[in-house]
């Protein structure tokens, strides 16, 4: 399976390349925006693209998304301001859907936050304005599209070691979950079908990753 995986120097997304860098079944193609980012994935074998999501156009993007199988969207604006909120995690991202569709890639695999919708787009503090673009765009994902999709919505991140232990489902209590096993849960939804047309939320448990997927 080959797989695009937009924002692909993020920490989710670095695991998510540690991980596939010797799998027989998935190979990623990872979309970056400078080149000083390239030498990582060359040193896992791994092709690199040059895109910039808030400047680069659909029909480029769409290029790149080529005889591709599936695209992961990792990418985000990482507290730079609310222009480029808006530009990457949810413009950027319906452009990527876009491109998707227009290259005929069916899979798409969004990570999304841990709670979207009306109650949490409603609640005032630092977050409400990414909730919001976050909930639009999974939205456009899930209605505006014909993709193939999954909505991943992890728990607060954290940098220590995975277990490669999860719980999946819906309406958890928030709480933590390792970066590298949001990314081993990627994996795992590449690998299983039954995740299609469906989103969940993800965080630290006591299930194995590809039992939990597959429990879905």
């Known amino acids: ?3 695009l995986v937009v924002g692909a120097n993020g920490k989710v997304a670095r695991h998510f390349a540690e991980i596939v860098k010797d799998h027989e079944n998935i190979q990623e193609t990872a979309m970056i925006r400078k080149a000083e980012q390239e030498s990582f994935f060359e040193e896992r074998g791994i092709e690199t693209v040059l895109l910039d999501l808030a400047k680069n156009s659909i029909d480029e993007l769409a290029e790149a998304a080529k005889g591709m199988d599936a695209v992961i969207f990792s990418a985000g604006a990482g507290g730079k301001g609310l222009d480029k909120t808006v530009k990457i995690d949810l413009d950027g991202a319906i452009k990527v859907m876009t491109a998707a ?3 005929g890639v069916k899979r798409f695999v969004m990570v999304s936050t841990f709670r979207t919708g009306r109650e949490e ?3 005032e503090n630092s977050l ?5 673009t976050k909930n639009y765009a999974d939205e456009w994902l899930k209605n505006r599209t014909e993709l193939d999709w999954t909505i991943v919505h992890p728990g607060i ?3 220590e070691s995975g277990t490669g232990n999860i ?7 928030i709480n933590e979950i390792p970066r590298e096993d949001v990314a081993r849960t990627l994996v ?6 039954n995740t299609i047309k469906k989103e969940f939320e993800v965080l630290a448990g006591d299930k194995a990753v590809n039992d939990a997927v597959k429990s879905l």
């Open 157 to 159: 991140l954290v940098d």
């Open 121 to 123: 787009m409603e609640k």
């Open 1 to 3: 399976m080959k797989v």
């Open 188 to 193: 795992a939804v590449l690998e299983n079908d």
């Open 128 to 132: 409400q304005v990414y909730t919001i």
């Open 101 to 103: 569709e227009q290259a």
């Open 167 to 173: 719980k999946v489902g819906t309406d958890f209590e």
